[in-house]
């Protein structure tokens, strides 16, 4: 009979070691499920377009540009080679069309609210495209990075809406009172921006 109590407090032991075990697993797939469906429930929310940029009008600009849409805001971020010293102008444009030569197949800014042409923010009125001036330094090369809440990427609202727009790099600055687009010169680089 004492030998049955002992191996009867030897299995209660067991069996609340292995439950522990098993709770410790558990938690640890748990912790793992929910790290997978944070990732996947960021997937959902964060949108992405990822494009190169084509040198136009005969110059040698190329470069890289990302546009990442979370929580309500989308960042560009962009980097260029090729360019000369100085300021440059960089816009998004109408359409995502960088057929023609020198850029103009995108045609004006992207204007969905019919704002004048002005620096981005400006009280009386910008373009929802006029992002405005960057620097290329002396290897020609350039880094520009832009946030804003008044975009989104495949959107149903075309106030905000990106998607099937251009975006253009210019040879000159952009003097933000020049209508209808800133006097920014030459289209030196184009890039569609299709998800």
Known sequence: MKIFKIELALLALIAVFSCKD?????????SEMDSEMEKVAEEVTTSRISMLMEPKSDSEVSGEVSFVEKDGEVT???TFSGLTEGEHAIHIHQT????????????GHWNPT???HGKWGDAEGYHKGDIGNFTADSDG????????????????NENKNIEGKGLIVHQGTDDFTSQPSGAAG????????IQ
């Open 76 to 78: 560009m971020t962009a």
């Open 22 to 30: 098993a709770k410790k697993e558990a938690d640890k797939v748990n």
């Open 141 to 156: 090369k350039a880094m520009v990075e832009f946030s804003t809440d008044q975009w989104c990427i495949g959107c149903d």
């Open 114 to 116: 019919n704002e004048p």
């Open 96 to 107: 995502a069309d960088c057929s023609a030569a020198d850029g103009s197949s995108t045609g």
């Open 186 to 193: 030459a289209r030196i680089s184009c890039a569609g921006l």
